[in-house]
Structures are given as structure tokens and as C-alpha cells.
């Protein structure tokens, strides 16, 4: 059984539809997600979390004692005091390793007398990851670990990731906005845009998905704005992406190379912003 498996998931709010995704988190690899603010990853995770209720559609997870959470704001109480909230939550589990935790906490400058509501956003990330860790997980799902925290942190928190990855039987999945943790990191990627997944596999085919095409304003024809996505114009000329099915239409004398993960997110965040 897959860690994650959502088929067919759909979540109506007002202004926003989370549009048929059917998806699947893999064991023995590290998922990316990504996609622009507010295109629904939180939404999709919190779903598969079972944290959103679904209008339609379904979500089957491994046990949620196998799984180990850092969410984008930290789900504790603000008022309570960091050791006593390790207390309670260390007696839920079978397992628990106050070495791990403590070796994040201890990274994070994070005492047993702080309290939640005076922990820095990169220490509340710590400490969650220090709580995920701590029961050892056999999934990890993650909601923008990286975002708070600083070059050292982030460089820990990866180092952190390929070490848990380094057990076949474990998985992660992690939402992110910076691109070079995912190069760094990501053996698969997902990509939603405005409520719908819209690339999904090995990052290099989910790269290799896309052709960066550059060429002369003579040769923007209409057919080519019609395939191109996130094309930018200059006086001088163009550059746009298209999709590695599409490349076979363009001419010989358009430059074609291989885009890098963040002109794929940019160019397909741009298409969604203009629509
Ligand atoms: N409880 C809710 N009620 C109404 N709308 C919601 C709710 N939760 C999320 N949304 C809407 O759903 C959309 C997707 O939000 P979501 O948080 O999933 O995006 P995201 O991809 O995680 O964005 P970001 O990169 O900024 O974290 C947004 O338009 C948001 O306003
Ligand atoms: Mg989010």
C-alpha cells in the first residue's frame, strides 16, 4: 500500500475549487510540491491529512502513527510551555526518541521553559520537526519546512530529509516555494496550479515535460502563442515554455533547451496569474 493515495479529491470554498486531484505518494522517495500561493498545496495536504473534508473524492494514508507532521503554522497552544507540551504529547506514542527531539531543539535554541507564543517562526519549525521525528515515522509530510528558517537551518532540515529517506521503507512529502531545495532534494515532483495537479512524476521526466523555446518576433506566430506558456516578449524577442509533446510543431530555427524547475513553476504561475 502507498503512504498517500488521493483519487479524485475535490474541496469547494468560495472563489476556490481543489479540482479532481487524484495523486499518490510513493515509498522510498522524496515528493516536492509545488506550486503559486494559494494554488491549494496546504488544502491538499490538510486533506490527506484528514484535516479538510472532501466534497468528493477519496484519501487513503498509511496509520497516523506512522506519520510525522510539520505543518505551515505550528498547531500547538500558544500558552503552553514548551517541556510540559513534550510530557503529554511523548505519552501518545509507543515510540519516542528524546534524543532526536532533543537534537533539534537543541538547534533550534529551544528550552523546555519556553513558552509556544515566544518560539521565532524557524524555532516553531524545529520544534515540530523535532516532535515529527521524535515518534519515529515511517512518512513525513511536510508543509513548507524550509520556509523559516535560515541558510544553516535549511541545510540541517535537508541533511535531515535525505538521511530519513536513506531507509527504503520510509517516505516524504514536502511542500515548498524555493526550488533549489528541490534539486537538491526531490527524487519526484507534483505540481498543482489554481486547484489542479498539472505535472506529476520523476522530476527529470516532469522536466523533461517541457521544452524552453527562444527565438525572433518573426517567429512568434499565433499557433506558437497558443502552445507557449509563460511566454515573455521583448522587442528583440521571445522565450516561452512549451510542452515536450507541443516541441515537435516548432520550427528547426527556434532554440530549444532544457528549462531548470523554477522557469517550469514561474512559467505555469505566470499562465495562471493572466487567465
Ligand atoms: N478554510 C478555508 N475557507 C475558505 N477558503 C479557503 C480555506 N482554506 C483555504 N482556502 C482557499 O483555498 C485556496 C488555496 O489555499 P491553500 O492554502 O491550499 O494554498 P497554498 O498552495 O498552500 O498557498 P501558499 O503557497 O500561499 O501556502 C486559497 O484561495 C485559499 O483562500
Ligand atoms: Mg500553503
Known amino acids: 500500500m502507498n503512504p498517500i493515495t488521493i483519487d479524485h479529491l475535490t474541496k469547494r470554498y468560495a472563489g476556490f475549487t481543489l479540482d479532481d486531484v487524484s495523486l499518490t505518494i510513493p515509498t522510498g522517495y522524496i515528493t516536492g510540491f509545488?506550486?503559486?500561493?494559494?494554488?491549494?498545496?496546504?488544502?491538499?495536504i490538510k486533506a490527506a491529512l484528514g484535516m479538510v473534508r472532501p466534497d468528493s473524492g477519496s484519501v487513503t494514508?498509511?496509520?497516523?502513527?506512522?506519520?510525522?507532521?510539520?505543518?505551515?503554522?505550528?498547531?500547538?497552544?500558544?500558552?503552553?510551555?514548551?517541556?510540559d507540551m513534550i510530557k503529554a504529547l511523548a505519552a501518545f506514542y509507543p515510540v519516542w526518541s528524546g534524543d532526536v527531539l532533543a537534537e533539534q531543539l537543541d538547534r533550534g535554541g529551544i528550552r523546555a521553559d519556553h513558552?509556544?507564543?515566544?518560539?521565532?517562526?524557524?524555532?516553531?519549525?524545529?520544534?515540530?520537526?523535532?516532535?515529527?521525528l521524535a515518534h519515529a515515522p515511517d512518512l513525513l509530510i511536510l508543509d513548507e519546512p524550509t520556509s523559516g528558517l535560515d541558510p544553516l537551518g535549511r541545510s540541517e532540515l535537508r541533511d535531515d530529509l535525505a538521511e530519513f529517506i536513506t531507509d527504503e521503507r520510509h517516505a516524504v512529502w514536502f511542500s515548498t516555494?524555493?526550488?533549489?531545495?528541490?534539486?537538491?532534494?526531490?527524487?519526484?515532483l507534483v505540481i498543482i496550479s489554481r486547484g489542479q495537479i498539472i505535472a506529476d512524476g520523476p522530476l527529470d521526466e516532469v522536466r523533461a515535460g517541457f521544452v524552453k523555446a527562444q527565438g525572433t518576433p518573426d517567429q512568434l506566430t499565433s499557433h506558437l502563442r497558443r502552445i507557449a506558456h509563460g511566454l515573455v516578449e521583448t522587442a528583440v524577442g521571445w522565450e516561452a515554455l512549451v510542452a515536450?509533446?507541443?516541441?515537435?510543431?516548432?520550427?528547426?530555427?527556434?532554440?530549444?533547451?532544457?528549462?531548470t524547475i523554477e522557469e517550469i513553476v514561474v512559467a505555469v504561475a505566470k499562465e495562471a496569474h493572466h487567465d
Not at 494559494?38 to 491538499?44: D, E, F, L, N, S
Not at 517562526?121 to 515529527?132: W, Y
Open 61 to 83: 494514508t498509511w496509520d497516523k502513527a506512522r506519520i510525522g507532521v510539520v505543518l505551515d503554522t505550528p498547531p500547538f497552544n500558544p500558552q503552553w510551555r514548551i517541556g
Open 177 to 188: 516555494h524555493i526550488t533549489s531545495d528541490l534539486e537538491r532534494l526531490a527524487d519526484n
Open 244 to 259: 515536450g509533446s507541443d516541441a515537435t510543431q516548432l520550427s528547426a530555427s527556434i532554440v530549444c533547451s532544457e528549462p
Open 34 to 44: 509545488v506550486g503559486a500561493n494559494g494554488a491549494g498545496k496546504t488544502t491538499t
Open 115 to 132: 513558552m509556544v507564543k515566544d518560539l521565532s517562526r524557524g524555532m516553531g519549525m524545529r520544534l515540530q520537526m523535532g516532535l515529527a
